[in-house]
């Protein structure tokens, strides 16, 4: 919010009577942080022949150059006609002048020199943000404070998270940014967040908010992260979670609900799913890059469908998750028999890790090409194997992290695909 403050002072002054004019004309000169009082272009007490003052247009009412420009009499400030009023024969103008940078100073100026910054989970970033003075190359007046404050944005765009605050040798961080953000100050303008240990929750918007005084600027940085993007739903089969549900599925499978720029992101990587699926925002939305009739149509481009914003408790659908890179290690335990679910989770156990999450496949997969042809369980239940090379009876079409089905625990047998999550 921009904040002005005005001190106000005021000139009476009165012109001297026109000759020319068989009434008596006056005019009112009303400056604001002026010096001295003037008509026209000319200083009040010299005479100006004729009934229209020079620099005056009798259509639009406005002295100067242009309709909002300058007079010559004011070099260098603006001029604003507020009121003219004909009481009796006296004609008053009133005019203000406002000299902003007189009082107040330049205009503080808050710069973000990159407007995405690309991470990973458990990585450390800056955001950039630095601070100036217009028309000057000092970062600050002196005068004042500055209050530096971070927040990241919400899709309630009335709602903004608190991340840091910064004032003079005062530090603050919130919720889940205690002990890992701080200031880089390079400089004496540099008001760059550090944050340390990505976490998936920090994708988002971020806005840098500079105050000194009353002079206050913002700009917004991004902070996107590799990852990927996959749709899950629970052993209940199709379209059984409301939005609630649908965030906890996710971080239970180490991930969190995506985004739609996330989304649309691995929509354009070649992401093809006709489930329709929950995402942060509260929508519903599924990705399509082969039309198809039951997809949309057979006839429709490819894209986001979108079926708009449903009601988090009732409505019930799929969701896409999202999740990064890991620390850890993920495998498909070698083990002399295939194992039902209980003994899967036990044997990664006693191998000193645990049964691993449809999040970690999906990871792994993508981002570190894990490529095995050995369907395995996995925490919630289920069976798949990831494939990053298609070959013969392994996927032979596509690469995919492929999907089995929620087999019976308790007299299935297969695999089982292990974490181990590195301190």
Same mark, same amino acid.
């Given at each position: 919010?921009?904040? #002005?403050?005005?001190?106000?002072? +005021?000139?009476v002054?009165?012109?001297?009577p026109?000759?020319?004019?068989?009434?008596?004309?006056?005019?009112?000169?009303?400056?604001?942080?002026g010096? !001295?009082?003037y008509?026209?272009?000319?200083?009040?007490?010299?005479? /100006?022949?004729?009934?229209?003052?020079?620099?005056?247009?009798?259509d639009?009412?406005?002295?100067?150059?242009?309709?909002?420009?300058?007079s010559?009499?004011?070099?260098?400030t603006?001029? #604003?006609?507020?009121?003219? &009023?004909?009481?009796g024969?006296?004609? /008053?103008?009133?005019?203000?002048?406002?000299?902003y940078?007189a009082?107040?100073?330049?205009?503080?100026l808050?710069? @973000?020199?990159q407007?995405?910054?690309?991470?990973?989970?458990? !990585?450390?970033?800056?955001?950039? =943000?630095?601070?100036?003075?217009?028309?000057?190359s000092?970062?600050?007046?002196?005068?004042h404070?500055?209050?530096?404050?971070?927040?990241?944005?919400?899709?309630?765009?009335?709602?903004?998270?608190?991340?840091?605050?910064?004032?003079?040798?005062?530090?603050?961080?919130?919720?889940?940014?205690?002990?890992?953000?701080?200031?880089?100050?390079?400089?004496?303008?540099?008001?760059?967040?550090?944050?340390?240990n990505?976490?998936?929750? %920090?994708?988002g918007r971020?806005? $840098?908010?500079? +105050?000194?005084?009353?002079?206050? %600027?913002?700009?917004?940085?991004?902070?996107?992260?590799?990852?990927?993007?996959?749709?899950?739903?629970?052993?209940?089969?199709?379209?059984?979670? *409301?939005?609630?549900?649908?965030?906890?599925?996710?971080?239970? &499978?180490?991930?969190?609900?995506?985004?739609?720029?996330q #989304?649309?992101?691995?929509?354009?990587?070649?992401?093809?799913?006709?489930?329709?699926?929950?995402l942060? %925002?509260?929508?519903?939305?599924?990705? +399509?890059?082969?039309?198809?009739?039951?997809?949309?149509?057979?006839?429709?481009?490819?894209?986001?469908? *979108?079926?708009g914003?449903?009601?988090?408790?009732?409505?019930?659908?799929?969701?896409f $998750?999202?999740?990064?890179?890991?620390?850890?290690r993920?495998?498909?335990?070698?083990?002399?028999?295939?194992?039902?679910?209980?003994?899967?989770? &036990?044997? =990664?156990l006693?191998?000193?890790?645990?049964?691993a999450?449809v999040? &970690?496949?999906?990871?792994?997969?993508?981002?570190? !090409?894990?490529d095995? $042809?050995?369907?395995?369980?996995? @925490? %919630?239940?289920?069976?798949?194997?990831?494939?990053?090379?298609?070959?013969?009876?392994c996927?032979?079409?596509?690469?995919?992290?492929?999907?089995?089905?929620?087999?019976?625990?308790?007299?299935?047998?297969?695999?089982?695909?292990?974490?181990?999550?590195y301190?």
């Amino acid at each position: 919010m921009k904040s #002005l403050l005005f001190l106000v002072l +005021i000139s009476v002054c009165w012109a001297e009577p026109h000759p020319g004019n068989s009434s008596l004309e006056h005019e009112r000169i009303v400056h604001i942080q002026g010096n !001295g009082c003037y008509k026209g272009s000319e200083e009040l007490g010299s005479s /100006q022949e004729g009934g229209t003052p020079p620099h005056y247009d009798a259509d639009t009412g406005v002295r100067g150059d242009s309709a909002l420009g300058k007079s010559p009499g004011l070099a260098g400030t603006g001029e #604003l006609l507020l009121e003219r &009023q004909n009481i009796g024969s006296l004609s /008053q103008t009133l005019l203000v002048q406002l000299d902003y940078s007189a009082e107040n100073g330049p205009r503080l100026l808050v710069v @973000a020199e990159q407007a995405k910054i690309f991470s990973h989970r458990g !990585g450390n970033i800056t955001l950039p =943000c630095k601070f100036y003075h217009e028309h000057t190359s000092t970062a600050g007046s002196g005068t004042h404070k500055i209050r530096v404050k971070w927040t990241k944005l919400t899709y309630d765009y009335l709602k903004e998270l608190d991340v840091f605050v910064a004032m003079g040798h005062h530090r603050k961080s919130y919720g889940s940014y205690q002990g890992r953000v701080f200031l880089r100050e390079s400089s004496e303008n540099d008001a760059s967040l550090v944050i340390t240990n990505i976490m998936l929750e %920090d994708y988002g918007r971020y806005k $840098c908010e500079v +105050i000194e005084g009353l002079e206050d %600027d913002t700009a917004v940085v991004t902070l996107n992260l590799e990852g990927v993007v996959f749709p899950y739903s629970p052993r209940l089969g199709r379209y059984n979670l *409301n939005f609630h549900e649908a965030q906890r599925a996710c971080m239970e &499978q180490d991930s969190v609900i995506a985004s739609f720029d996330q #989304l649309y992101d691995a929509w354009r990587s070649g992401l093809d799913w006709c489930n329709a699926g929950w995402l942060s %925002d509260g929508s519903v939305q599924y990705p +399509i890059t082969k039309p198809r009739e039951p997809c949309g149509g057979k006839n429709t481009v490819p894209g986001v469908r *979108n079926y708009g914003f449903w009601d988090k408790e009732k409505s019930r659908y799929d969701v896409f $998750c999202f999740t990064s890179n890991f620390n850890g290690r993920f495998y498909y335990l070698i083990h002399p028999i295939k194992l039902t679910y209980d003994e899967a989770v &036990q044997a =990664c156990l006693k191998d000193g890790a645990q049964i691993a999450k449809v999040g &970690q496949i999906f990871a792994a997969w993508k981002l570190l !090409g894990y490529d095995r $042809c050995d369907a395995g369980w996995l @925490a %919630d239940g289920s069976v798949r194997y990831p494939i990053s090379r298609p070959r013969k009876r392994c996927s032979p079409s596509e690469a995919a992290v492929r999907f089995v089905g929620f087999p019976d625990k308790k007299h299935k047998l297969y695999g089982v695909y292990c974490f181990r999550a590195y301190n």
